[in-house]
Structures are given as C-alpha cells and as structure tokens.
C-alpha cells in the first residue's frame, strides 16, 4: 500500500488538496492511504522515521520555514530513495529548481485554478499508482488480487496464509499489517501457488517461510505475527 503525504503550510489550500485526494482514492479504489497531512515539515520527516511503505508526496514550495519545499524533498530521498514527489505551488517559474536540488519530482502542479489542479492530481496518484506496481512486481514476486473493483498487489514475503472465509466462494488472505478478502477457493489456490505454500488444513493454506512454530501436540501453526492457524493430523506429515 502507498502512503500518502500533504505538506502545505496554508491551511485552506492544504484542506483543498486534501479533500481532493481522498476523493480520488475513494471514487478510483486506489491501493493506498492519506497518513498525514501538515503544514510543518519537520512533522512530515519524523513520521517518516517510522514509515516502512513507499510514499506519495505532495509539497508546497514556500512553506514558510527553515526550509523550503525542494530542501524537505531532498530529506525526504534520505529516508524514502523510491518515493513520489509532486510539487504543488503558485509559482510556476520555480519548476527549473527541481533539477538544481536532484529529488526527481513526478511533476509539477499549479495551484492557479482548483478545478485543474484537482485534475492533476488524479492524474498524479493513478500515475504513481502504475509505476508503484511496475516496480514491485519487477522487483518482487508479488500476488495481485482483485477485490472491490480494484487491484491490489501483496509481496509473497508478507503472506502469512489463507483461510476459508465465511462468505461462500471467497478465502482471506493473512498478511503481516492487513487482511483482505476475496473470491477463490483454497483448492483454486494450492494448485496455482508455488512450493513455498503447502496445505495445512482443508480450510487453511500456509506460507512456510513466514512459520515461527508449530505445536504438533495442540495441532497449532503460529506466524511470525502471532497470528495462528490450525493444522490436520492428515496434513501435518506433508507439512
């Protein structure tokens, strides 16, 4: 999932953005979450001392601060080398200055006209949205799910297992931070699933990598997560 953050030291301007990206991630179904929005950035870079995902930036230029927009930008490359970052200013002739500070900014929007700017940035988030996904899946393996409209694509490494969902035809997968649910069967998944995932039970499938323990006494599988699974006395030899 994308992480997205707003650093905007006017407040009416920063509300307008705000507004007009949760609209987009909503009405889109996009695979990702607005986690702060500020108008100080030494705020914006100590929650990034926390952040494990990669992040989606919007910055205004003038913030009113010790440091500039394009200063914040060059900070925020220490902690997060992949990330999106997307100038939104007045100031349309300060766009030459992303190349003399290095950040590599995905683009550059004007906040002369709301409407378009709520445009652009639609266009922004569907843009990094794409990319985010090239690079995951080229970089990692990864399982893509369609659930809800929307796609959504989960590293193998945190998978922790499927589970038979109560709602007919649908499984929960068990990540390490999130479940999600969807339409398959545990039989659909076992057989095209590679060897890393092995049937523990006929309601269960389990990633091995991410096993801490198993309690062949109790008939109990725990996760690296502290989540647990059962397992069949059938299954446990294969296992």
């Known amino acids: 999932m994308l992480h997205i953050f707003v650093c905007e030291d006017n407040a009416v301007q920063r509300q307008t953005i705000v507004q007009a990206i949760q609209n987009t991630v909503l009405i889109e179904e996009l695979d990702m979450q607005l986690v702060l929005d500020t108008g100080d950035p030494y705020v914006l870079l100590e929650k990034l001392k926390t952040s494990r995902n990669t992040g989606i930036y919007f910055l205004d230029i003038d913030l009113g601060s010790h440091i500039n927009g394009m200063q914040l930008a060059q900070q925020i490359r220490l902690f997060d080398p992949r990330g999106f970052i997307i100038f939104i200013t007045a100031h349309s002739e300060l766009s030459y200055m992303t190349f003399q500070y290095r950040v590599e900014a995905m683009d550059f929007v004007l906040k002369d006209t709301p409407a378009e700017m709520e445009v ?68 659909e998944l076992a057989n095209t699933l590679g060897g890393d995932f092995v049937r523990c039970h006929r309601s269960f499938l389990v990633h091995k990598k991410n096993i801490k323990e198993i309690d062949t006494k109790n008939r109990i599988i725990y996760f690296t997560n502290g989540e647990t699974c059962l397992i069949s006395t059938r299954m446990m030899k294969e296992l």
């Not at 652009?120 to 090239?134: D, F, V």
């Not at 990864?142 to 589970?163: A, H, M, N, P």
């Open 120 to 187: 652009k940035i639609k266009e922004c988030l569907s843009k990094a949205m794409e990319r985010y996904t090239l690079q995951a899946n080229r970089t990692h393996n990864v399982y893509t799910i369609e659930t809800c409209g929307r796609k959504v694509s989960v590293d193998y490494d945190d998978i922790l297992f499927f589970e038979t969902s109560s709602n007919i035809h649908k499984v929960i997968l068990h990540a390490k931070n999130r479940q999600i649910e969807f339409f398959s069967t545990i039989k």
